[in-house]
Structure formats: C-alpha cells, structure tokens
C-alpha cells in the first residue's frame, strides 16, 4: 500500500490447469505488485467446478478471496467443505438456504476489502433477483469499510453494463464481469467505480474459450452434448484487471487490463 492507496488484482475464469499453472506462475513473478489477489475460480477444477485440493493450491499461491458462478456445485465435493472455505464466496442471489456465503469482508495489511459475488439472471440458470440483495449488502458493507468489490458473473452484455451504473450509485468501488471468457476492451471509471464488462480468461489460449477445439465444434455442428475438455495447446493466457482504490473514500482512482501469454505449458496429467 501507498500513499492510501492500494492496488487490487483480479483474474478473469481460470480455466483447468492451464488456467491454474498460468495464474500460479504469475503471481510467482508479480505477487509483490499487488495488496489484494481476487480470482474467479468456477472453471478451475478440470473446467467445472473447483475440488478442496485446487482451492488449497490457489490459497497457497496468494489468492486472498475466490469468486465464481453457475459452474461451482459441478464439483460435488464442494458442499463437503464449502461452509468452512472462508476465502470462497458463492453468488450471493442463490435462494436462502443454499450453502455458502455471498459476501465477506477480507482484512490486509490493517485494510478492510468487502467482497461481493453475484449471478446475473439473462440467459442464466434461475435465480433470486440480483438489485436489491447486492443494493443492501453494498450498504451493509459499508457500514464497516468504504471498500467494496464484486464479481458479476452473467451473460449478457446490456445486463452487465445497466447493472454496472446501478451499483456505481451504491458507491461501489470495482465491478468486475465474468462468465463469458472474452477480456473486453471497455475498462473504464463509472462515478468513482472500476468497470469492465469481461475480465476475460486465464488458461490455454489454443483452444476455445479454455476448452478443446475440436470438441467445440463438433457441438456447433452436430447439435449433439459432448464433454468438454480442458485445451491443452502450445501457449497460454492471462486476463486479469488491475484498479487502484482509495483506502478512505472506497473511490476508484486507476484501472487497467492485464493481457499476457507464456509459451510455457505443463504436461496435463491425471488432473486437469
């Protein structure tokens, strides 16, 4: 932290172990640049899902809080330990009673974060409506710290952006978008507010998405379900958003996109 300042990095869906590999290499270079690690990490786990195992490994690698989204029950050992995985938060819009929390306040360095994670409804699975629920926590929040982040993990473009400018009038300090894997080039400050609508992906650029080629296309082509699989290819990706935050008004001063590539992959082995 400097100047009152802190600097807060998320990454964009880490997909399988590319993603991870990428994101853990990563911050092996570049960890001590940042105050606070947030990554989305519902494709992580052999790209659906996250297992204990991987969200062990993210903890020790310097992720601070995991956000997610529709995919996070597909790994069912989830509901085994999701309750005591105090740096993970689930959508918070799920009905009353689903496992897990929505939010949380992280504490750094003597630095309060509050941690928002929310679905949007838009071509997505159903769920509670998102307005209001997050319009209150924002509130609530902020009764103990002025910094408040979130993770909107939805589908469409215009829901994203509309819901955007409505959590700005919240005082919301960053919105970080997720779900459809492609890094937009909108980053922008909206009434003191981070935004960009995509963060974008981490893992195998080769493939689609994250997931393998040619899997994919049989899909568009033939109408038929198959299982997707984790793209391996030579190269892979990094997409993460970079937004510095005054500790003391909770206000958005800087933003920025982190786009990067390492023709380093590992070898998959049993666990992608």
């Known amino acids: 932290m400097a100047n009152n300042t802190i600097k807060i990095i998320f990454f964009g869906d880490i997909v399988g172990k590319p993603g991870r590999s990428a994101v853990r290499d990563f911050l092996a270079d570049n960890k001590d640049k940042y105050d606070f690690v947030i990554a989305n990490i519902e494709n992580a786990s052999h790209g659906f899902g996250l297992t204990e195992k991987n969200y062990n490994e993210f903890i020790e690698y310097g992720i601070d809080a995991m956000t997610c989204g529709n995919h996070i029950w597909d790994k069912k050992d989830i509901y085994s330990y999701i309750d005591n995985a105090d740096r993970l938060i689930r959508p918070i819009n799920y009905p009353h009673g689903v496992k897990g929390v929505g939010s949380r306040i992280f504490e750094k360095n003597g630095i309060k974060i509050g941690v928002i994670n929310s679905i ?37 473009t215009a829901e994203k ?12 300090s960053a919105f970080f978008g997720t779900h459809t894997h492609v890094q937009t080039a909108d980053e922008s400050i909206i009434n003191g507010m981070a935004y960009i609508t995509d963060a974008g992906f981490c893992g195998a650029s080769d493939g689609v998405i994250g997931m393998e080629y040619q899997t994919s296309l049989s899909r568009f082509l033939t109408g038929i379900p198959e299982r997707y699989e984790v793209a391996q290819g030579k190269t892979t990706q990094v997409n993460a958003l970079e937004v510095d935050i005054d500790v003391n008004s909770g206000c958005a001063l800087a933003v920025k996109r982190v786009f990067c590539s390492n023709s380093k992959v590992e070898e998959s082995g049993d666990e992608n």
């Not at 071509?123 to 009764?143: P, Y």
């Not at 952006?161 to 919301?172: L, N, V």
Request: hydrophobic fraction near 45%.
């Open 161 to 172: 952006i509309c819901f955007a400018k409505y959590c700005s009038e919240s005082g919301m």
């Open 120 to 156: 949007g409804r838009v071509f997505m699975n159903t769920v509670d409506s998102q307005w209001e629920i997050v319009k209150d926590e924002v509130a609530k929040i902020k009764a103990t710290t002025p910094i408040v982040v979130m993770d909107f993990h939805a589908e469409a």
